[in-house]
């Protein structure tokens, strides 16, 4: 009895020590985690210092900024959105801030600023495309297919049409979607006679009922005669080519032919902004 009672209380103390062993263990387990731990939020921290302040990490220079899709906006406009970075971390320029900022530059319609560490940014610019001159007041600017209304670049030798009712007291959105309307005419009459958009000298988007476009050429390639077309507010495909077949005939029933209106469905007026108006059965 008294054997059992001993080997009993042998394997309690042996139980004991073992947990005692393993409770040991396993805190200085967690100790060492813990100091690896704190070892690499140390070194984390200084590299983080290290990369924001150190030398080789700063902007110092404008030769440290690479540019490229500039052709009218300069290199002066860009280099001046950076100002606030020089001897600053190329870690710490705030390249969506930058971004939105040069996208705010008149001729720019998209961006992108990029870090090439280790002390170096590259910047792509995509240029606005200008489609027409816009006439804005008693001045002639640029105007591109977003009803952007852009300065003329000096040295540019540019030949568009002159568009109307896209001046800068028209809301944005208006001149975006007026000049869709003049992209869509314009792209209709070169689908019937190729070059016919080169024969286009103005086009008055004021009322978006009725386009008002001013060409030459209809007679022939060496017609300078200019003539006002209605062309109203769709279908410009079906008006032009019926213009292009019966413009001579027209002529030979009216005589010299100054406007022609093709706005409504089953007739065509010419000359119809004088007394002398006469109205011809549309051709289908």
């Known amino acids: 009895m008294s054997r059992v009672t001993c080997a009993a209380r042998s394997r309690s103390k042996s139980a004991a020590k ?14 060492i985690l813990s100091c690896a731990g704190v070892a690499g939020v140390t070194v984390a921290v200084y590299g983080m ?14 030769g440290q900024i690479e540019l490229n ?5 300069s290199r002066e406009a860009v280099l001046q959105q950076f100002v606030h970075d020089r001897n ?66 000096r ?7 002159i568009v ?13 979607k007026r000049m869709q309307t003049y992209e869509e005419f314009m792209k209709d009459v070169e689908l019937v006679r190729g070059g016919s958009s080169d024969r286009v000298s103005e086009i008055d988007l004021s009322n978006p009922k009725d386009l008002r476009v001013v060409m030459t050429g209809l007679a022939s390639a060496n017609d300078a005669q200019a003539v ?3 062309f109203g507010s769709s279908e410009f495909t079906g008006k032009y080519k019926m213009l292009v077949d019966n413009f001579s005939q027209w002529q030979a029933n009216a005589g010299r032919v100054q406007s ?6 089953r007739q065509v007026v010419v000359n119809p902004d004088t007394s002398a108006g006469t109205t011809a059965a549309r051709t289908k």
Not at 49 to 61: D, N, R
Not at 69 to 73: A, D, L, Q
Not at 155 to 161: A, N, R, T
């Open 69 to 73: 899709g500039n052709r009218i906006v």
């Open 18 to 31: 073992n947990s005692a062993g393993g409770a040991g263990r396993s805190i200085g387990g967690i100790l």
């Open 260 to 265: 022609i209106d093709l706005q409504y469905s």
């Open 155 to 161: 040295g540019e030798d540019l030949h568009f049409p």
């Open 228 to 230: 006002t077309i209605h």
């Open 88 to 153: 600053r971390s190329v870690l710490r320029v705030p390249l969506d801030a930058r971004r939105s900022q040069l996208e705010q530059i008149p001729w720019v319609e998209s961006a992108s600023v990029q870090r090439i560490l280790p002390n170096r940014l590259r910047i792509e610019l995509t240029e606005r495309t200008p489609v027409a001159f816009a006439r804005n007041g008693n001045e002639l600017a640029l105007i591109d297919a977003h009803g952007v209304i852009l300065d003329r670049p």
């Open 164 to 176: 109307t009712g896209v001046s800068e007291d028209l809301p944005r959105d208006q001149r975006e």
């Open 49 to 62: 210092q290290f990369l924001l302040y150190s030398p080789a990490m700063l902007l110092l220079k404008p």
